[in-house]
């Protein structure tokens, strides 16, 4: 089985940083990615982790621990546009790029 | 830029209905993907397709059905909708890569009356 956990929401201020957590637990294991969606559309890819360590895109990093089964999103000097929900994707290998998702985490940011 | 297109925005359906769900992305993609998306429960796959003519079961298939006639095109097929199914339809593709992400379309929000 596999199961993806991440929190259900975060609250922050314009300009401050959150991070959010996803933790997971799978066989066989190819890959992590982040999306980001706003309400009432799709989601967008983020960012992509498959070994150890940290990912930076900007104001937005990926860190990645295969032996924990842990990954966060990092978001800094948040902006009002980053008010969306964050989805934390795991692909296996066995799967033909089958990808499994967590809940998401909707992040509101307060000015 | 990879376009994934979804060919309808909204659609309200009658239980007891046949209703397709179709999907066409422009990227020569192998693998395309048909997710539902519910408040609380994230997105849940219900089938995908690696080739043309193939087709596995998600994790809930149950009252779908999918046709994948040509590469670029994917469609979700409802038998006979029930209220249930009420919920926002999600078109993906992938290449083969490993590093290779999902692309979505924007989604078909389906009410089923």
């Known amino acids: 089985g596999q199961n993806i956990d991440q929190p259900t929401e975060m609250t922050a201020t314009e300009g401050a940083i959150v991070q959010i957590n996803c933790t997971y637990q799978t066989s066989g294991f190819n890959g992590l990615f982040w999306y980001q969606q706003h309400a009432g559309e799709a989601p967008t890819f983020l960012s992509y982790?498959?070994?150890?360590g940290l990912e930076e895109k900007g104001r937005f990093s990926s860190f990645l621990s295969r032996s924990k089964g842990y990954s966060y999103l990092l978001l800094k000097e948040l902006q009002m546009k980053d008010s969306a929900s964050y989805l934390c994707?795991?692909?296996?290998?066995?799967?033909?790029?089958?990808?499994?998702f967590g809940a998401g985490t909707q992040v509101v940011v307060t000015p | 830029d990879v376009k994934v297109t979804q060919s309808s925005r909204y659609l309200v359906k009658r239980t007891g209905e046949k209703v397709f769900l179709e999907c066409v992305q422009d990227?020569?993609?192998?693998?395309m993907f048909w997710y539902r998306q519910d408040p609380g429960l994230g997105l849940r796959l219900i089938y995908f397709s690696y080739d043309v003519k193939m087709k596995e079961k998600g994790d809930i298939p149950e009252g779908y059905s999918v046709s994948r006639e040509k590469k670029e095109r994917f469609s979700l097929i409802l038998e006979s909708a029930s209220t249930n199914q009420t919920s926002m339809y999600l078109c993906a593709s992938t290449g083969v890569r490993d590093n290779s992400p999902l692309h979505f379309g924007n989604g078909t929000r389906l009410t089923v009356t």
């Open positions: 994707a795991v692909k296996k290998t066995d799967s033909w790029g089958k990808f499994q």
């Open positions: 982790n498959v070994l150890d």
């Open positions: 990227m020569d993609h192998e693998n």
